[in-house]
């Protein structure tokens, strides 16, 4: 594996050159709030969080994205699609929010259905992460074989050490980035900040609060659709709010409709759609699949646990712990990850 | 804090055991130390779940409407706020009187508990909590803590008008001093005095944000409809897109749905996931209704009139 080293005091001199150079996503800071936006500069960026509000899954499928524009013209319709996706660099990202990104990829970018926009911008795109130097309360991405310093599904990772930056190139497009700012990308001393990173991997990894197990938990929910777990206080208690599946980097449901801009003219969008509302998935008959929270509760946590690992083997959960800390009425996947193993042991 | 914690118990297991009711609505430890989760209890001996203190900030007659036609009665613990809503849901003719059981707990405040969690030792297990008037003290197995209110409390709790229950049958702890606050108002008032368009600019900035996630709209005790505007697809009033133009419709319309009944119980406000001081919006709304109507907070007492929902023939208003 290459690598390179980045002195932290030329950082905003790279940002301002990405930033000309490709469309820059950031970390920003809006008032209390941290999350991803397009950014002109250095001076606009925030890097000083741990995780942010809301996850960069936004980069590769925004809440918001026209699929086209339509105007009827008398005898047919006209078609615009948009511009294909810009060269773009999404910065300081965390690790567990890029490993969220690989469990979108199959999603989108499976051989039955390709979805065109997102692999447009995902191609186009390189991921720069930024590994964590804390641990939250709430974090338990170690128990998907994730880290606060693990490169999966990054071009470049970032790790702080002291005044620098130790890179590590994990892809192709990575190296291109890397090799085109040369004069920034160094490689003297990569081998001492390499050791040091182990240690604060080896450091953050003992600071994790959170045991969770998933042992047995797949095998007991491939067996039990109507478990009578989901009769209990968590479906008592969801608001049935959509705070959880939007805050969530691997979640992506979405909902297609036309927006109309004029008699004759408008756009069709696709949006966030979440699986907490209850018009999800209604029927145009009126049949709803999930009419109670009940049912919208355990559909959450069986496509996290079960469904992605059924489709793409890979669990829907990157354990960043936004959701448990976001959740008004405190739900927390953890707990229920946890009563899960224990309900499979006493079966 | 431990007696109350006792009481709740003791009283909860009477009603249970008695038959008075059939469920318990009520505070339990959370997943985190400086959080509670709602807990429905629904025997005896499940009573131990229950707990109080700093951390309950949940409004939980907000679940009240959801067994309204279950077949026994439901107790609910509610702090003053809280308290509240449970009025205006009786006076909304949302629930019935002779179905709830509502246990009142005098409330010093709440504390937020991100700011409590980022002091604390990370997976230290709560032991204990007291009010110590100015502050609160949290002892945790990995050392005692102590937080004053005025920088670690819920922004609403600084200016509460009903730390006292207004309505309970069962009341548990000792009764609080009631305050007045001159400056209930104050954040209102300052931005009273923006002008038109630096008001907008404030109130874009915040609404662009908006995720559309519904939180405020779902934890409103208050927002009672079957089917909200806003989930109906024919005709689709809001899309589900986000723009500032769709936030700002839907922001103002829920703002004005809860006029003279929302009970300024601060929660839409606590949940949003984007910080949105949506408070603020009720809140001048709040202030107008004093200002033009005399009218107390909703909820403050029975029977008060929703300022919106009444006609008077001789009400002054020039247009009518």
Same mark, same amino acid.
């Given at each position: 594996m290459e690598a390179r080293v980045v002195n932290k005091g030329q950082l905003p001199e790279l940002l301002d050159k990405l930033a000309k150079d490709y469309d820059l996503i950031a970390p920003v800071q809006e008032e209390t709030v941290v999350l991803f936006r397009k950014i002109? %500069? $250095?001076? #606009?960026?925030?890097?000083?969080?741990? +995780?942010? #509000?809301?996850? &960069?899954?936004g980069c590769f499928l925004p809440q918001n994205e026209k699929t086209f524009n339509y105007t009827y013209t008398g005898d047919s319709i006209e078609i615009n699609k948009p511009e294909g996706a810009q060269k773009a660099v999404l910065f300081g990202a965390r690790p567990c929010d890029i490993k969220a990104i690989t469990t979108l990829d199959p999603v989108f970018e499976g051989e039955k259905f390709g979805d065109e926009y997102y692999s447009g911008k995902r191609e186009n795109t390189v991921i720069i992460g930024l590994s964590c130097t804390k641990v939250l309360s709430t974090c338990f991405c170690y128990a998907f074989e994730g880290g606060p310093c693990d490169g999966t599904g990054s071009d470049l990772l970032f790790t702080e050490i002291g005044d620098k930056y130790y890179v590590e190139v994990n892809t192709e497009k990575g190296k291109a980035l890397a090799d085109a700012y040369s004069q920034i990308f160094s490689s003297q001393g990569a081998e001492q900040l390499a050791k040091d990173k182990e240690e604060l991997a080896k450091k953050l990894a003992g600071e994790f609060v959170r045991k969770v197990d998933l042992t047995g938990v797949k095998e007991l929910l491939d067996n039990n659709f109507e478990l009578p777990y989901w009769n209990g206080d968590d479906q008592k208690k969801c608001? %049935?709010?959509?705070t959880c599946t939007y805050v969530c980097p691997t979640c992506h449901c979405f909902d297609i409709f036309d927006y109309p801009t004029g008699d004759f003219t408008g756009a069709r969008l696709r949006c966030w759609d979440s699986c907490?509302?209850?018009?999800?998935?209604?029927? $145009?008959? %009126?049949? +709803? &699949?999930? &009419?109670t929270r009940k049912e919208r509760v355990r559909n959450r946590f069986m496509h996290k646990l079960k469904y992605h690992l059924d489709r793409y083997n890979m669990v829907g959960c990157v354990g960043c712990g936004r959701c448990v800390r976001k959740c008004p009425v405190n739900i927390d996947i953890t707990k229920i990850i946890n009563d899960l193993k224990e309900v499979a042991q006493n079966a | 804090m431990m007696d109350v914690i006792q009481q709740l118990r003791e009283q909860a297991k009477k009603l249970l055991e008695e038959k008075k009711v059939t469920l318990v609505i009520g505070f339990g430890q959370g997943t985190e130390l400086a959080r509670t989760t709602p807990v429905f209890i629904d025997s005896p001996e499940g009573v131990s779940a229950l707990t109080w203190g700093p951390?309950?900030?949940?409004?939980?007659? =907000?679940?009240?409407t959801d067994y309204k036609n279950a077949e026994g009665n439901v107790a609910v613990v509610v702090k003053g706020c809280d308290a509240r809503s449970v009025i205006r849901l009786l006076d909304d003719n949302q629930?019935?009187?002779?179905k709830v059981v509502v246990i009142g707990v005098p409330c010093p405040g709440q504390l937020e508990w991100q700011k409590v969690a980022a002091e604390v030792k990370p997976g230290a297990s709560l032991k204990e909590t007291a009010d110590n008037g100015e502050s609160f003290s949290v002892k945790t197995d990995a050392g005692d803590y102590s937080f004053n209110k005025k920088d670690y409390m819920l922004h609403r709790c600084l200016v509460c008008e009903n730390p006292n229950p207004v309505i309970s049958d069962i009341t548990i702890g000792k009764e609080l001093p009631v305050k007045t606050y001159e400056e209930r108002f104050a954040e209102v008032s300052e931005l009273e005095q923006k002008s038109t368009e630096d008001k907008s600019a404030y109130w874009d900035k915040q609404f662009s944000r908006c995720l559309r996630c519904y939180a405020c709209r779902n934890v409103c005790s208050v927002c009672t409809c079957q089917i909200c505007v806003f989930d109906q697809m024919l005709p689709m009033w809001v899309s589900k897109r986000t723009n500032l133009s769709e936030n700002t419709m839907f922001h103002i319309t829920r703002a004005f749905h809860v006029a003279g009944r929302c009970v300024d119980c601060g929660e839409c406000d606590r949940v949003c996931p984007m910080d949105i001081p949506l408070r603020k919006l009720n809140q001048k709304i709040h202030k107008d209704l004093g200002d033009?109507?005399?009218? *107390?907070? @909703?909820?403050? =007492? *029975?029977?008060? @009139?929703?300022a919106l929902g009444e006609f008077s023939p001789g009400d002054p208003e020039e247009f009518m």
């Amino acid at each position: 594996m290459e690598a390179r080293v980045v002195n932290k005091g030329q950082l905003p001199e790279l940002l301002d050159k990405l930033a000309k150079d490709y469309d820059l996503i950031a970390p920003v800071q809006e008032e209390t709030v941290v999350l991803f936006r397009k950014i002109s %500069g $250095a001076a #606009d960026a925030f890097l000083e969080y741990t +995780n942010s #509000d809301v996850s &960069p899954k936004g980069c590769f499928l925004p809440q918001n994205e026209k699929t086209f524009n339509y105007t009827y013209t008398g005898d047919s319709i006209e078609i615009n699609k948009p511009e294909g996706a810009q060269k773009a660099v999404l910065f300081g990202a965390r690790p567990c929010d890029i490993k969220a990104i690989t469990t979108l990829d199959p999603v989108f970018e499976g051989e039955k259905f390709g979805d065109e926009y997102y692999s447009g911008k995902r191609e186009n795109t390189v991921i720069i992460g930024l590994s964590c130097t804390k641990v939250l309360s709430t974090c338990f991405c170690y128990a998907f074989e994730g880290g606060p310093c693990d490169g999966t599904g990054s071009d470049l990772l970032f790790t702080e050490i002291g005044d620098k930056y130790y890179v590590e190139v994990n892809t192709e497009k990575g190296k291109a980035l890397a090799d085109a700012y040369s004069q920034i990308f160094s490689s003297q001393g990569a081998e001492q900040l390499a050791k040091d990173k182990e240690e604060l991997a080896k450091k953050l990894a003992g600071e994790f609060v959170r045991k969770v197990d998933l042992t047995g938990v797949k095998e007991l929910l491939d067996n039990n659709f109507e478990l009578p777990y989901w009769n209990g206080d968590d479906q008592k208690k969801c608001l %049935g709010c959509g705070t959880c599946t939007y805050v969530c980097p691997t979640c992506h449901c979405f909902d297609i409709f036309d927006y109309p801009t004029g008699d004759f003219t408008g756009a069709r969008l696709r949006c966030w759609d979440s699986c907490m509302y209850p018009e999800y998935t209604l029927m $145009a008959g %009126g049949h +709803n &699949p999930r &009419p109670t929270r009940k049912e919208r509760v355990r559909n959450r946590f069986m496509h996290k646990l079960k469904y992605h690992l059924d489709r793409y083997n890979m669990v829907g959960c990157v354990g960043c712990g936004r959701c448990v800390r976001k959740c008004p009425v405190n739900i927390d996947i953890t707990k229920i990850i946890n009563d899960l193993k224990e309900v499979a042991q006493n079966a | 804090m431990m007696d109350v914690i006792q009481q709740l118990r003791e009283q909860a297991k009477k009603l249970l055991e008695e038959k008075k009711v059939t469920l318990v609505i009520g505070f339990g430890q959370g997943t985190e130390l400086a959080r509670t989760t709602p807990v429905f209890i629904d025997s005896p001996e499940g009573v131990s779940a229950l707990t109080w203190g700093p951390f309950c900030a949940n409004n939980l007659a =907000k679940y009240l409407t959801d067994y309204k036609n279950a077949e026994g009665n439901v107790a609910v613990v509610v702090k003053g706020c809280d308290a509240r809503s449970v009025i205006r849901l009786l006076d909304d003719n949302q629930i019935s009187r002779d179905k709830v059981v509502v246990i009142g707990v005098p409330c010093p405040g709440q504390l937020e508990w991100q700011k409590v969690a980022a002091e604390v030792k990370p997976g230290a297990s709560l032991k204990e909590t007291a009010d110590n008037g100015e502050s609160f003290s949290v002892k945790t197995d990995a050392g005692d803590y102590s937080f004053n209110k005025k920088d670690y409390m819920l922004h609403r709790c600084l200016v509460c008008e009903n730390p006292n229950p207004v309505i309970s049958d069962i009341t548990i702890g000792k009764e609080l001093p009631v305050k007045t606050y001159e400056e209930r108002f104050a954040e209102v008032s300052e931005l009273e005095q923006k002008s038109t368009e630096d008001k907008s600019a404030y109130w874009d900035k915040q609404f662009s944000r908006c995720l559309r996630c519904y939180a405020c709209r779902n934890v409103c005790s208050v927002c009672t409809c079957q089917i909200c505007v806003f989930d109906q697809m024919l005709p689709m009033w809001v899309s589900k897109r986000t723009n500032l133009s769709e936030n700002t419709m839907f922001h103002i319309t829920r703002a004005f749905h809860v006029a003279g009944r929302c009970v300024d119980c601060g929660e839409c406000d606590r949940v949003c996931p984007m910080d949105i001081p949506l408070r603020k919006l009720n809140q001048k709304i709040h202030k107008d209704l004093g200002d033009l109507f005399d009218s *107390p907070t @909703p909820g403050s =007492k *029975p029977g008060i @009139p929703s300022a919106l929902g009444e006609f008077s023939p001789g009400d002054p208003e020039e247009f009518m």
